[in-house]
C-alpha cells in the first residue's frame, strides 16, 4: 500500500480546542513556505480532548485517535494543532504524535513559546519551532523513523533546546526517502 503522505495534495490544518486568533493562519503561512503542498486551515474540528489523571494534559494517543477518523481523504494530510500540553502515559510530554505512515498527526504548541519557561516572549523563535514541530510528525507520516543524525528535523527532541538545534532541515539520508514536496532545498 502507497502511504498517504506520497499521495498528498494537501496539508490541512485543525484546531484542537481553544487556539489564540491568527495562529492556524500563521502556521499555514508559514508551513506553505516549507512544503511544495497547499496548506489549509479548517474550522474546529469538535474533536472530543480527553484529559490525562491527575495531569494537567490531553491525550494525545486519543487525540491522534479522533483527528484520524476525521482523515476522510487519500489526499490530504491533516495535521490536528493544540494550545494545550499533550503527553502519552509512558512520557512526561510529547511536542507531537504521528503514526508512521498514517495520514494524520498531532501537534501541540504548549512548549514551543518561551514564555512557557519562564523567558521573555519571541514570536519568531514560537512560530519557527511550531512549523519545525509539524514538519518532523509530518516525517514520520512519509513513513520515517527517528534518525540518528543530531543535525535532522527527524531526530528524537525531549526538550525544547534539542528541537532548536537539530534545526530546520532534513538530513540527505531521510530527504532521500521523503516524498518530493517535503524534501525542502538541499542542503549540498
Ligand atoms: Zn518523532
Ligand atoms: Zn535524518
Known amino acids: 500500500m502507497v502511504e498517504a503522505a506520497r499521495l498528498a495534495e494537501a496539508v490541512d490544518l485543525v484546531p484542537l480546542g481553544r ?7 500563521r502556521l499555514a503561512a508559514r508551513l506553505s ?4 503542498l497547499a496548506c489549509h486551515v479548517l474550522a474546529s474540528a ?9 495531569r494537567d494534559q490531553l491525550d494525545a494517543g486519543a487525540l491522534l485517535e479522533s483527528v484520524e477518523a476525521r482523515a476522510a481523504s487519500d ?3 491533516l495535521v490536528g494543532v493544540a494550545a494545550e500540553d499533550i503527553a502519552v502515559p509512558l512520557f512526561t510530554f510529547v511536542f507531537g504524535l504521528a503514526r508512521q505512515g498514517g495520514r494524520a498527526c498531532v501537534v501541540s504548541l504548549a ?9 521573555p516572549e519571541d514570536p519568531e523563535l514560537r512560530d519557527e519551532r511550531a512549523v519545525r514541530e509539524v514538519l518532523h510528525e509530518l516525517g514520520h507520516l512519509a513513513t520515517l523513523e527517528h534518525c540518528p543524525d543530531r543535525g535532522c528535523l527527524m531526530s528524537f527532541a525531549g526538550n525544547v533546546e534539542k528541537v532548536d538545534t537539530r534545526g530546520g532541515a532534513f538530513c540527505e539520508a531521510c530527504r532521500e526517502r ?11
Open 19 to 25: 487556539l489564540p486568533a491568527g495562529t492556524l493562519e
Open 33 to 36: 513556505r516549507r512544503v511544495e
Open 46 to 54: 469538535d474533536v472530543p480532548v480527553r484529559r490525562i489523571p491527575n
Open 75 to 77: 489526499t490530504r494530510l
Open 111 to 119: 512548549r514551543t513559546d518561551p514564555a512557557f519557561y519562564g523567558l
Open 178 to 188: 521523503l516524498p518530493h514536496w517535503l524534501r525542502g532545498p538541499s542542503a549540498a
